[in-house]
């Protein structure tokens, strides 16, 4: 590899999420921490506040599994795409770069919401939460979780019947919440439905 480590042996690392595509974080590398990456599949930095190797995830559970890692042009900054466990940022939130300096439109963040609830519904099923309803379906099984789907597949139909298309707005929202509980429970992600609906479309 033709990288090139600054005068103190780091180099940057962007941590990105495979499947949503949204950065997560930036740390630093040397050597050793991204040997480390590479042997065990799981991210390792090189902390210059403490002068030491950490592994993302460690003590909270909030593991980055790597999908891959590119470099760039200049071989100075590595860009390393991971599954991510949980949340990347210590404050909680899904992502350390959750503030803006310009806002931009709400829209495209609206847009993202799919993914965001895919990432909270995980999160909730690895992390139990005490007072949780995600918690209380996964914790009643997969018959709880199909009863409830039905359940609101026929609350969508009533709602689409009686034209009231405020009502029909929450009646879908809430029978889209419960697919997605059920598709964590079956193991399928977003983006399987995604390219099952990229190939259809091809057709």
Request: net charge negative.
């Amino acid at each position: 590899m033709d990288l090139l480590f600054d005068e103190k042996g780091l180099i940057p690392a962007i941590v990105q999420e495979e499947s949503s595509g949204d950065v997560l974080m930036m740390a630093y590398m040397n050597r050793e921490s991204l040997e480390k990456t590479l042997e065990t599949g799981t991210t390792w930095f090189f902390s210059r506040s403490r002068q030491k190797l950490w592994n993302k995830g460690e003590t909270s559970g909030h593991i980055q599994h790597v999908r891959s890692i590119h470099y760039d042009c200049d071989g100075d900054t590595l860009l390393v795409q991971v599954e991510q466990t949980g949340v990347a940022c210590h404050t909680g939130e899904k992502s350390c770069f959750y503030r803006e300096l310009v806002e931009s439109d709400a829209g495209g963040r609206r847009h993202q919401i799919l993914k965001t609830l895919e990432s909270i519904i995980k999160e909730r099923r690895e992390h139990p939460k005490e007072g949780s309803y995600t918690n209380y379906l996964f914790d009643c099984g997969l018959d709880k979780i199909l009863k409830k789907v039905g359940e609101e597949t026929s609350e969508v139909i009533i709602a689409s019947k009686n034209g009231n298309k405020e009502e029909l707005i929450g009646e879908i929202s809430d029978l889209v919440y419960h697919m997605m509980v059920l598709m964590e429970e079956k193991q399928v992600a977003l983006k399987d439905v995604a390219e099952e609906l990229t190939h259809r479309h091809g057709k």
